[in-house]
């Protein structure tokens, strides 16, 4: 690849086609060389940009985190419903068939170092998990969700989500992580907060599957 002149377009070719890579080889598959021959670039190139496979790996985490960010603002700005619970809802079912999203995931939460899954523990709480819950707070004012603590509600849910049911940290097949979205779907139930249904339990299994490809 000639040299180019946008630093932040070649550092997002590399992200990306570390992204393929990873999904395709897994990530202690894939080597530095492996992404130069892919972009045809020098050491000093990618090196430029990033100084490891771990760093590029951190970048995909932050840029999923982001998507992830941006993407939510942007289905909750254009989203309508008649009342918070069905809002929230389709946010959920929109969030859990978005391929990049899945993508992204299969890569992230495939590595089960403690760091990585520390920082996506503080990301669920620290800026998920208050969007959720302001939702959750327009809930208890329509009516439609029944909590005396919204914000905490939004985290013990994304939580385990995001964490709890992850199969590939925890090693459980298909039917396990069945077993526990139920269960979970029993738990929203009865926290007054009843927004998991059998289509989104169809969605979550369908991307946790991916990730476990």
């Known amino acids: 690849m000639g040299r180019n002149k946008n630093p932040e377009q070649t550092r997002e070719r ?5 992204v393929q890579l990873f999904v395709e ?34 970048a ?16 909750i700005q254009n989203t309508t419903a008649g009342n918070a619970k069905e809002k929230l809802k389709k946010i959920l079912y929109r969030l859990a068939t978005d391929m990049e999203t899945n993508m992204l995931d299969s890569v992230i939460n495939t590595q089960i170092n403690p760091r990585f899954v520390v ?10 998990a208050p969007i959720i819950g302001e939702i959750i707070e327009e809930g208890v004012k329509d009516g439609s969700f029944q909590t005396a603590q919204p914000a905490y509600c939004a985290e ?4 385990l989500l995001n964490f709890w049911l992850n199969p590939v940290l925890f090693g459980r097949n298909n039917d396990e ?3 526990r979205l139920v269960y979970l779907q029993s738990v929203m139930h ?19 599957q991916k990730i476990s490809d």
């Open 156 to 159: 013990i849910f994304l939580l």
């Open 60 to 75: 995909v985490m932050q840029k999923r985190a982001q998507y992830a960010m941006d993407m939510l603002h942007e289905i």
């Open 14 to 18: 590399i992200l990306d086609t570390a």
């Open 119 to 128: 920082g996506g523990l503080q990301a669920c709480v620290n800026q998920d």
């Open 25 to 58: 080889k897994g990530y202690e598959e894939t080597s530095i060389q492996d992404i130069l021959d892919a972009l045809n670039l020098s050491k000093g190139g990618i090196y430029h940009h990033f100084r490891s496979k771990e760093e590029i790996l951190e």
């Open 177 to 179: 992580t069945k077993d």
């Open 190 to 208: 009865l926290l007054g907060v009843d927004i998991i249904d059998d289509k989104l339990i169809t969605a979550l299994l369908n991307s946790y």
